[in-house]
């Protein structure tokens, strides 16, 4: 199991998240956040600090955005598991269900 960045994270990429996440499994894509599905332990310290209220345990994601759980796995299949976000910076893509999204308010 493991943690899910949702729609709200669109266009904001608070980082607050990842200041919070013990084995930076957090991932900066161009316009979200994406969390590391292999490598996230499950420990839940990203969820609270979010201030937009995007992130969510795999079985809790709102029925409107259940395919966000998609995008967090698959955004990874040319990544594999790099074993650290910090070392990545930011990554110049982001999985089409987000990449062809309208701009979000602010």
Not at 24 to 46: F, M, N, T, W
Request: aromatic fraction near 10%.
């Amino acid at each position: 199991m493991t943690y899910v960045i949702a729609q709200p994270c669109v266009d904001v990429k608070d980082r607050a998240c990842v200041e919070e996440c013990p084995v930076d499994c957090i991932y900066e894509g161009k316009r979200s956040l994406y969390i590391h599905p292999d490598e996230c332990v499950d420990c839940g310290a990203c969820e609270p600090v979010c201030p937009v209220e995007a992130i969510y345990y795999e079985d809790d994601v709102p029925e409107q955005w259940t395919d966000y759980y998609k995008a967090n796995v698959e955004f990874f299949d040319d990544l594999g598991s790099p074993g650290g976000a910090a070392k990545m910076g930011i990554i110049d893509k982001d999985h089409p269900i987000i990449a062809e999204l309208p701009p979000q308010a602010e």
